[in-house]
């Protein structure tokens, strides 16, 4: 009987990780086929000046250099927004925060502003960043609500980060005389440094591909100019392919329509791989 239920949980095992391997295969190889068709439809596309000039002709010549710029602009406002406030956040609610009613509301909060869907949050920019506040159609009004969108990403990846430092490293800095709030910052932010890195960087990607938010609060469809200040509209890549996809059936927009894909796909697994990166170097140099 044992025998039988050695084999059992064995064959069990084996059928279970089975199925974990091809879930990872799919997931994989569905990314791969995404990377594949739009190398084949726009990897022809792909020039110096198609990534260092400005679109002509209605869109049917030229380059996407504002659209990459804006991007840029609008994806760094809205770190520089959500990382600090993300981060104290998640310090807070891991190095400070008593169980009780408001802790049960800040995580509550956190965690339906995460299910919200981003249209919900451009809506919101306009009435209240756009409108309310005055701002306009802006870098500023785009910024603040992408930053809106990454900071419940941001802030559970801090936290878990937080989470698994282990209990020794506080009662060593403890132990030494360190008060709660030098632990926290000389011991316990540094060790989850890694942790906290990899979860900006992917909201940073995912901040980057947001359309329906910045169609609302920053973007336009094209601009002679680059911005000169926070209150200037934009080009955006992903508004960029929405007008590229939706104003007409023009056959000279196809090619700069899958080269524009390419460009913002190529940037947001660019940004996941330097999240990779810096992780593992962090790592290394703590083992040393």
Not at 37 to 52: E, R
Not at 63 to 88: D, H, R, S
Not at 209 to 227: C, K, N, Q, R, S
């Amino acid at each position: 009987m044992k025998a039988n239920n050695l084999k059992k949980r064995k064959y069990y095992t084996v059928a279970v990780f089975a199925l974990f391997r091809l879930a990872a295969l799919l997931t994989a190889a569905a990314l791969a086929g995404i990377v594949l068709f739009l190398i084949i439809k726009g990897a022809g596309s792909i020039s110096w000046d198609f990534l260092s000039q400005s679109p002509a002709d209605s869109m049917t010549k030229g380059g996407i250099f504002p659209a990459i710029i804006g991007t840029f602009y609008l994806t760094a406002g809205a770190m520089l927004v959500a990382l600090p406030l993300g981060l104290a956040t998640a310090v807070y609610l891991s190095e400070y925060a008593r169980p009780g009613r408001i802790n049960s509301i800040i995580r509550l909060s956190v965690a339906n502003l995460a299910g919200v869907p981003s249209v919900i949050f451009g809506l919101f920019g306009l009435a209240f960043f756009v409108t309310k506040l005055g701002l306009g159609i802006s870098i500023l009004s785009g910024s603040l609500t992408l930053a809106l969108i990454i900071m419940p990403t941001i802030i559970s990846a801090s936290e878990e980060a937080l989470k698994q430092i282990p209990l020794s490293y506080r009662e060593a800095s403890y132990a030494l005389g360190a008060s709660h709030w030098q632990t926290v910052f000389n011991v316990v932010l540094p060790a989850a440094l890694p942790g906290i890195i990899t979860g900006s960087v992917l909201s940073l990607a995912r901040a980057a591909g947001e359309t329906a938010p910045i169609m609302y609060t920053a973007a336009v469809f094209y601009t002679l100019h680059l911005p000169s200040s926070l209150f200037d509209p934009v080009m955006a890549l992903p508004y960029h392919i929405y007008k590229l996809a939706t104003v007409g059936t023009h056959e000279a927009l196809v090619p700069i329509r899958y080269g524009s894909c390419l460009v913002l796909i190529g940037l947001v697994l660019g940004m996941s791989l330097a999240a990779i990166i810096i992780r593992t170097k962090i790592r290394r140099n703590k083992q040393w």
